[in-house]
């Protein structure tokens, strides 16, 4: 069994910065793609972005082109998303998902086996 451990997070004031990290433990597949989603209080799952294995394709959501980035370092087994221009509708709870299946459908929930337990994200004025 794969795990997921989130760390960063927190509180942001609007147009902070954060960093979030997803590291792999456990039974590491040889290749793996990863996604973060969030959700945010009383809304529906929201994909934020994917990364293939090598790292060389990723996908991020239209709203959050040009402010967030994903990232991954496999020798360390993590993947980061860094968060610019936070908004506060950007407060929600974010957990990275692992698939090692095909990468394709990356904005689906369900392509993911492994999921992490969250860290929130709290923007405030």
């Known amino acids: 069994q794969m795990e997921l451990v989130q760390s960063g997070g927190g509180l942001a004031q609007p147009g902070d910065s954060l960093n979030l990290s997803c590291v792999a433990s456990?039974?590491?597949?040889?290749?793996?793609?990863i996604a973060w989603f969030r959700q945010c209080p009383g809304k529906e799952w929201e994909f934020v972005a994917a990364i293939n294995w090598s790292g060389g394709s990723t996908h991020l959501a239209d709203s959050m082109k040009g402010r967030f980035t994903i990232s991954r370092d496999n020798a360390r087994n993590t993947t980061y998303l860094r968060l610019n221009g936070l908004k506060p509708e950007d407060s929600a709870i974010y957990y990275c998902a692992a698939s090692v299946g095909p990468y394709h459908s990356v904005t689906q929930p369900t392509r993911y086996q492994f999921w992490g337990r969250g860290t929130r994200v709290t923007v405030f004025s």
């Open positions: 456990g039974r590491i597949f040889n290749s793996y793609s």
